[in-house]
């Protein structure tokens, strides 16, 4: 069974799914066939409200109130009272029937249950007929009171109820029981253990109907993270497992008067039934506790989502959901007439396309939710043995399709007049209306009931066509199908042992042995490196103690000149995609297999391995880089996979910023390997290559006549040098290398935003050119002022205003960059933010640069950055992989890691005068080029510039 907001029961398949509710209750539950739903059904004629003259002569008199009664309001024969307690009252006095109706509404249901606790609501339920201290006795009670009593717990909200013949012992009686049950029930782990195999029963019961099954399933897949995916049963192991003081602490928080509204209908006496209430219920203090706020709210869905239950049973099911505004919205009435009007029996238009042509047994509309955006169902029930494909592909086809018909006259009055008779009824049925009733209250007023039932009168063909083509849509849609099989292919995951039984008798291996307490200062490193020359290879080795006998390698290897490298940009790209996926002895499997032996983790330019393996694995590696094989089938793979992560960065807000202000900073002429290029431009030029371009870019370009090879870790570096003469040595370029310079370009600035469609996040980024080298005076203040700024994570500067400050962005940065041998660099900032937050983030940048240039930095920021700074210096030059790669760097341009510690020096020696000093010099924020990159339709006015 599950929880829901109303009910719709067709004619036709009451027989199919009679027992299966849409709330879950104590043993009984009262379904009102053929009303569109409980909530739905306030839509009352002029009759039905004069039918209602004996209650509202009643209701005239007024009645003396008992002291802390306050009356609040009267509408159409319903009048609201309000204890100090907070404890709302509705009484509708109705002689008509010698029958009282109590019925009292908690504001819980199943979405207010946490994790581990689902199905806690309505085991709750049942454990508050188990007994309060002034009535232990309660079911014997009813029974001897000949009552008919009940419980149900739905999504939003539960309620318990009393049918009994009219008289003051009768009402006094469940008046002081309710009071008494509200707050002081036993809630007992004696009543829990008892009653849970009892309501594991129940959940048992709903597993045997394939409607139940399927509707539990449409919940948990249609949902993500609101808690109407849960049905309220719950689930089988919460039910068995849930401790008794989580139990207890939700009944504390949620049973309580300010968290309640009693309802009283049928015979009885107005005063005296207040004066009761005010004694039993009035006495309740009032709670200090605050209500627990639920904030999430279900993302909208991007997708059709589909599907299958397979288990024994005599029918075929199909369902389709489609989210849908929650009740208090006009669209929930609007496409409320449009399922009725498709799913109505015998006049609907699905009952004529699929009952009468024999192609379905029954057609089933249910209404998902209420409090918040629920589900709109409509299924159909199929035959077993006949084709379900077909019949779930039309069924979606005549929803979907629904709107480009209108309803027509005929059919919109057959649903007004079905509801207003429905209505009627109810209005003129106290023993209906007192339960009835809690679907309205969980919306947050009871007189919602008589307003939204004037409403209905002005809902318009046109509206409910609107309606339906605004949800009834493939991207919001959901299909569960029920298929009937004898043996459904399970797999039951059994439970896992505990870590003791896993753990038990374990004794672990001895260390592989010590690593020596290196000093990483640049002196040592410098002291205890290698450097030579083998063939034309630049080779530093530094030999040194690790942990497992790890040894890092790094390989640059650098080829062609400025004009020779002209228009083969995706040529080198795609060569370099190659390398590694062949060779004339492994195919790339092997190869992976090979590499895996040797223990060789990273790339063929850079990777770790051992000191035992890394003479065969610099022959591997070597071979890899002399020997592709190109094969075909792995060329046509790299280039379509290139394709393609070009096409996904279209529209991804961080690329199309990023490519734009490439596009807008490049200087290259068109075919200049360094030339940015639109998306387009690059495919044509990835397509345009072939896998002969390829093995001719390969033949002349590739070879180890201009390289740098480091070699850091547990090595001897004599073997190590003999090692890299026997596998590369030999490998001579058959094209010259000249590299290429770059140059400084002054950039004008600019500040454009871009549309990124139906994306969620967005992107800011900002750059500006600087003349500027790594041993430039000012480099080292702008080194530290950049790690102030917005390199130095949640504690810069940008961070602390844009996240931490103003609560923007999750991430964001700059940079510096300096040229080592032309003096090019840049300044940048980025960060990621909402589209609708964009506009901020860029004024925060702008007021950032503002104050750092106009205040500068303080002492205290200086001394910060220092220490973060050269901690962070020293802490790479412990890394092993960055110990290489950095010595490839320095052999490239002729360094030490002296100069390292010469920055190092600078660093330490400066001061705040100087820093602020190179800043106000160098950062100009009058030149700096912002593109901004977002869903331009969430964006507030001011970012869309």
Same mark, same amino acid.
């Given at each position: ?20 509710? #849409? ?28 039918? #209602? ?96 009593? *009940? ?27 309710? /009071? ?13 253990? =008892? ?19 399927? #509707? ?24 068995? *497992? ?95 007439? /449009? ?25 089933? *509309? ?245 000191? =035992? ?113 026997? /596998? ?56 530290? /002022? ?59 940048? *702008? ?99």
């Amino acid at each position: 069974m599950q929880g829901s907001k109303r009910f719709h029961q067709c004619a036709g398949i009451a027989s199919v799914h009679s027992s299966t509710q #849409l709330q879950t209750g104590n043993g009984h539950t009262d379904t009102v066939a053929g009303l569109n739903s409980v909530f739905k059904i306030a839509r009352a004629s002029v009759l039905g409200v004069a039918l #209602l003259a004996s209650g509202l002569a009643a209701a005239q008199t007024a009645p003396v109130l008992p002291k802390g009664v306050s009356q609040i309001t009267t509408v159409e024969g319903i009048t609201e009272y309000r204890l100090q307690n907070g404890l709302k009252i509705l009484l509708m006095p109705d002689a008509s029937k010698p029958t009282t109706t109590v019925n009292v509404t908690y504001l819980v249901g199943s979405r207010h249950e946490n994790y581990g606790e689902t199905g806690m609501a309505h085991l709750l339920e049942h454990m508050m007929f188990k007994g309060a201290p002034k009535h232990p006795k309660i079911t014997e009670e009813f029974n001897k009171r000949g009552m008919r009593p *009940n419980g149900t717990t739905s999504l939003d909200r539960t309620n318990y109820f009393e049918i009994f013949q009219a008289g003051d012992d009768n009402l006094k009686w469940a008046i002081g029981m309710e /009071a008494d049950r509200m707050v002081n029930s036993f809630i007992a782990k004696k009543d829990l253990d =008892s009653e849970m195999t009892v309501v594991r029963n129940e959940y048992e019961s709903g597993e045997n109907s394939p409607f139940g099954v399927l #509707l539990k399933r449409m919940q948990s897949v249609a949902y993500d993270w609101h808690n109407y995916g849960n049905s309220t049963i719950g689930n089988r192991s919460d039910i068995e *497992n849930v401790k008794i003081e989580n139990l207890q602490a939700f009944y504390h928080t949620y049973y309580q008067p300010d968290n309640a509204v009693v309802m009283i209908a049928g015979k009885f006496d107005v005063a005296q039934t207040l004066k009761w209430i005010s004694e039993s219920f009035g006495v309740l203090p009032k709670p200090k506790r605050s209500l627990p706020v639920l904030w999430t709210v279900e993302p909208t869905q991007d997708g059709e989502r589909s599907f299958v239950v397979r288990r024994k049973g005599d029918i075929q099911l199909v369902a389709v959901a489609y989210k849908m505004p929650a009740g208090l919205h006009p669209d929930n009435d609007s496409l409320s007439y /449009a399922a009725d009007i498709l799913s109505d029996s015998p006049n609907g238009r699905l009952h004529k396309q699929f009952v009468e042509s024999g192609k379905a047994v029954a057609i089933v *509309n249910i209404p998902l939710g209420s409090y918040a955006p629920g589900l709109q169902i409509i299924g159909a029930v199929v035959k077993k043995g006949q084709p379900i494909e077909p019949v779930r592909d039309e069924l979606i086809s005549a929803i979907e399709n629904f709107s480009k018909t209108a309803p027509t006259k005929e059919e919109m009055d057959r649903i007004t007049r079905k509801n207003a008779n429905a209505t009627e009824k109810l209005l003129n049925d106290h023993e209906k209306i007192g339960v009835a009733m809690s679907e309205i209250i969980a919306l947050g007023d009871w007189r919602y009931l008589f307003q939204n039932r004037d409403q209905q009168a002005s809902i318009t063909a046109e509206q409910v066509s609107a309606a339906a083509g605004k949800y009834f849509k493939r991207d919001n849609r959901t299909v569960g199908m029920f298929l009937p099989e004898d043996a459904p292919q399970r797999a039951e995951i059994p439970a896992a042992p505990s870590i003791e039984e896993v753990m038990k008798g374990y004794k672990g291996k001895a260390s592989t042995g010590e690593a020596e307490n290196f000093d990483p200062s640049p002196a040592n490193i410098d002291k205890r490196t290698q450097r030579s020359k083998i063939g034309d290879i630049n080779v530093a080795i530094l030999s040194k103690h690790t942990k497992g006998e790890m040894v890092s390698v790094a390989l640059n290897l650098h080829r062609g000149d400025e004009k020779s490298l002209v228009g083969k940009k995706w040529i080198a790209a795609l060569t370099g995609s190659m390398i590694g996926k062949g060779t004339s002895k492994y195919s790339r499997a092997e190869l992976a297999d090979e590499m895996s032996k040797l223990k060789m983790s990273g790339g063929i330019y850079s990777f770790t391995t051992t000191k =035992s393996n890394l003479a065969a694995a610099l022959q591997l590696s070597a071979h890899i880089l002399k020997d592709p094989s190109f094969p075909e089938s792995e060329f046509t793979q790299a280039r379509e996979q290139m394709i393609v992560n070009l096409e996904a960065s279209r529209n991804e807000p961080n690329a199309v910023a990023s490519r734009a202000l490439g596009l807008y900073f490049n200087r290259y002429p068109k075919g200049d390997i360094r030339a940015a290029e639109t998306i387009d431009e690059s495919i044509a030029g990835i397509k345009a290559v072939t896998l002969d371009d390829v093995k001719a870019y390969y033949k002349q370009f590739y070879g180890a006549s201009n390289a740098e090879m480091s070699i850091v870790g547990d090595v001897d570096a004599a073997e190590a040098g003999k090692q890299i003469a026997a /596998a590369y040595g030999n490998w001579k370029s058959a094209s010259p290398y000249t590299r290429l310079s770059s140059r400084y370009d002054d950039i004008p600035a600019k500040h454009e935003t871009l549309n990124t469609p139906d994306k969620e996040n967005g992107f800011y980024i900002a750059a500006m050119n600087l003349q500027l080298r790594d041993d430039d005076a000012d480099y080292p203040a702008l080194y530290v /002022a950049n790690y102030i700024f917005g390199a130095s994570g949640l504690d810069s500067r940008l961070m602390l205003r844009i996240r931490q400050k103003d609560g923007l962005s999750y991430g964001g940065g700059s940079g510096i960059e300096a040229g080592s041998v032309d003096r090019v660099g840049s300044f940048s900032i980025s960060a990621i933010a909402a589209p609708q937050n964009l506009a901020k983030v860029d004024a925060a940048v *702008n007021e950032e640069l503002a104050r750092m240039l106009k205040d500068g930095f303080t002492e205290q920021e200086l001394a910060r950055a220092k220490s973060g700074l050269l901690q962070q210096r020293l802490q790479g030059r412990t890394s092993d992989p960055r110990l290489a790669s950095g010595w490839n760097f320095n052999l490239e341009h002729q360094r030490t890691f002296a100069w390292s510690q010469a920055l190092d020096d600078k660093i330490k020696a400066l001061t705040v005068e100087q820093l602020n000093a190179a800043v106000r010099k160098t950062i100009d924020p009058s030149k700096l080029t912002v593109f901004i990159a977002g869903d331009q339709s969430k964006m507030k006015p001011e970012a869309a510039k």
